[in-house]
């Protein structure tokens, strides 16, 4: 039986490790949920809510995750910490899949007698010089790994990222989907044939009903009830998992089309994708005065500072398959509620890929140092960045960091619609 103070001892071990100390979310939930415990209260998702994030009574956990996501995050945290410091503990917590309640424990590793009693323990002398070896070649490669993570967290990269990463909300990565329609013509008993559509001016539920309202004979189009994500969506993903490890931090992935406005008021958001999958976060967009044109003259055009400024015009050029030219935006602005939202926005998956590789490489983030020290003296808190990229075949051949601009806050109208909790279009 494991009393009252045992349960607040493991709780004092379990925030003094270092993937606590810098979380002042995840201590303050599980602080939360072993005084539940203690107190033989059953914690809800409800009170989880009002009494560790503040939210108000009309709080509404099938419209907001930030509870389920904190808690799943949380979990992962702990087993992470059994795994590492916590490897020797004998008196454990862990909180069970589909439970917001602690549960502690005591942990037994298997018993040496019973052990011996696997005939495969007898081969323990024959592979133990393999294992050496294996062992050292492992230390070989992780040392590598480790001084290479080291860096990384010590590098300008941790100032870029610093509020993203440090936060308290909870991650998500967004992948920008396309928004794809369908004619079924199975009704009419003529044929089972389905045509699926991708149209360039169609991003959105908006856009998808006044196109029907405007096109005689459209009344039967359906949009597709799944997603499919392109290429620059999807292909960067890896290097961005990659960095967000690095830096020891959790996150779930969901589509830009199944973004709420709860989504972005509690969330850090990173997302990825083409320009016209933005979905709700393009109103960020028209806030820069950044325009993107796929019709005819592929190209972008972001408006100038002041009004006697011109406006940047890129053309893109080429076909992806073959040498080709693409652009990239990457923007650093606040979230509704002291929240950090990146867009990392291209035509294709070159200038995507192209920019999470920049932007997780020491080297060339020393020139985007330099890029921001000479043009605005310092690295401003929000930022956009212009990439231009030469490829092949969607493979990049070369990068250029070509703009960088600090991002007035005020200029954000969506900011204000989201606090005053008007329904985003």
Known sequence: MIDQGQKRIIL??????????????????LSYLVECNILDKIPTEYSIALDVFNKGSDFNPTEDTLVRVSVYNLR?????????MGKRDKLRVKIPKGHYEVVFFNYKKENFRDKIKNPYFYLVPVIVILAVIALYQFYLLSSRESLKQTAVQNSFANSLYSDFINSGNPKLIS??????????????????????????????????????????????LKKLPFSFFN???????????????????DYLVRSASAL??????????????????????????????ITYSIIGDEKLTIRGINE??????????????????DYSTFIKVPGPNQNTIFLLVSFFATGSVGTIKFLSDETRLA????????????????????????????EVLSTELIHVREI?????????SLVSKTPLH
């Open 76 to 84: 992962k945290k702990i087993e992470r910490y059994y795994q590492n």
């Open 260 to 289: 709420t406005s709860n989504d972005i008021k509690s969330n850090d958001i990173f997302f990825m994708g083409s320009f016209w999958t933005l979905r709700i976060l393009e109103q960020v967009i028209n806030d820069l005065g």
């Open 308 to 325: 006697s400024d011109s406006s940047l015009v890129y053309l893109r050029s080429g076909v992806p398959a073959f040498d080709h030219i």
């Open 12 to 29: 004092e071990e379990i925030l003094k490790s270092n993937s606590f100390i810098n979380s002042k979310l995840n201590s303050r939930l």
């Open 175 to 220: 992948l920008g989907d396309d928004f794809i329609y369908y004619t079924d013509f199975s009704e009419f008993k003529t044929t089972s044939l389905r045509r699926m559509y991708r149209n360039s001016k169609i991003n959105n539920e908006e856009d998808f009903e006044k196109f029907k309202s405007e096109n005689s004979g459209n009344e039967n």
């Open 367 to 394: 020139e985007l140092k330099n890029k921001f020290e000479s043009e605005i003296k310092s690295v401003p808190p929000y930022y956009m960045l212009v990439f231009k990229f030469s490829g092949h075949n969607r």
């Open 231 to 249: 290429q620059a969506a999807v292909w960067p993903l890896p290097y961005l998992a990659k960095l967000l490890r690095d830096f020891d931090t």
């Open 408 to 416: 007035d806050p005020a200029i954000l109208t969506w900011h204000n």
